[in-house]
Nanobody, 112 residues
């Protein structure tokens, strides 16, 4: 079955960086686009970034452009989200997504 397992979240100070990872299994990873979403307390889940199956195309929400970078390594079935210049408003649970499949999420807290 499809499994998406996120890791790399934690507590970081404003201006800091984190790299999230999502290890995928149960499907032909390189054939599918992958996405990162996030959900802050009391807010709806929102799309952060997406990447094509080959990794050649990436898209970003306006609120992370220039700060976050999505990438993937198809050799190890993993998608990444490099987050730089983190803001308190980036505090959320971050989820890996493929279509209707979701990971369990990883908490990112940006606070001094």
């Amino acid at each position: 079955q499809v499994q998406l397992v996120e890791s790399g979240g934690g507590l970081v100070q404003p201006g800091g960086s984190l790299r999230l990872s999502c290890a995928a299994s149960g499907f032909a990873f390189s054939s599918y686009a992958m996405n990162w979403y996030r959900q802050a307390p009391g807010k709806e889940r929102e799309l952060v970034a997406g990447i094509s199956g080959t990794g050649g195309t990436a898209t970003y929400a306006d609120f992370v452009k220039g700060r976050f970078t999505i990438s993937r390594d198809n050799a190890v079935n993993t998608v990444y989200l490099q987050m730089n210049s983190l803001l308190p408003d980036d505090t959320a649970v971050y989820y890996c997504n493929r279509g209707v499949d979701w990971g369990q999420g990883t908490q990112v807290t940006v606070s001094s």
